[in-house]
């Protein structure tokens, strides 16, 4: 007999004939879509995005505005009007440098953390223009939010590359300073539509 196995059947004969008290808790009730909306509103803007709810039709409108006349890179697959707006095709460093703005579509959305996943898709375009412009516009859908991380996993293909947002891009130096848009957009603006 191993120890393993002694250890085991000391613990298994104390326990023989007792059965412990324990309350289990409630399974948790699923969160309805509106739940999961307002938890992923709240949950962005804890991280100092700025959150903007609209319906389908002033979709344009309201990017336009979140632009605030800011020239804006977009992916080729937007499929948007976003006017004055320069379409990736590949454009340089230097050239996403002088670009104020990014305006991309998100995966998914994910309510617990306030976190969005790009997979860069045609409507997300490459990983560089969502890094490299000072404001990223990123629309969500509504339907597109999930309550958790493992729903968004269970959504993302692993073979894509994913960029997770949660909030703008920020880091703090040894005296706990925060500093924001040092390696991404100084400011994530959310465009959540539905």
Do not use: K, N
Not at 69 to 94: F, Y
Not at 144 to 173: E, H, K, M, N, Y
């Amino acid at each position: 007999m191993s120890a393993r196995d002694e250890i085991l059947g000391r613990v298994r004969s104390a326990l023989d004939g007792v059965s412990p008290a324990v309350d289990l808790p409630a399974a948790p009730r699923a969160p309805d879509r509106g739940d999961l909306v307002a938890l992923f509103d709240e949950r962005v803007a804890d991280y100092r995005a700025v959150v903007t709810r609209c319906a389908a039709a002033d979709l344009e409108a309201t990017v336009a505005e979140a632009l605030g006349g800011a020239r804006a890179v977009v992916p080729p697959g937007l499929g948007l009007e976003v006017p004055g707006s320069v379409v990736d095709d590949g454009l340089t460093a230097a050239e996403l440098d002088a670009i104020d703005a990014v305006v991309t579509r998100a995966r998914v959305g994910i309510a617990e953390t306030g976190t969005i996943v790009l997979d860069h898709a045609p409507d997300q375009g490459r990983r560089a223009i969502s890094l490299v412009p000072d404001l990223h516009v990123c629309i969500v859908d509504a339907s597109q939010v999930v309550a958790d991380v493992p729903d968004a996993i269970a959504l993302l293909d692993p073979a894509r590359p994913t960029t997770w947002i949660s909030g703008p891009s920020a880091t703090s130096d040894i005296e706990l300073d925060r500093v924001e848009g040092v390696h991404g957009p100084r400011t994530l603006h959310v465009v959540l539509v539905g």
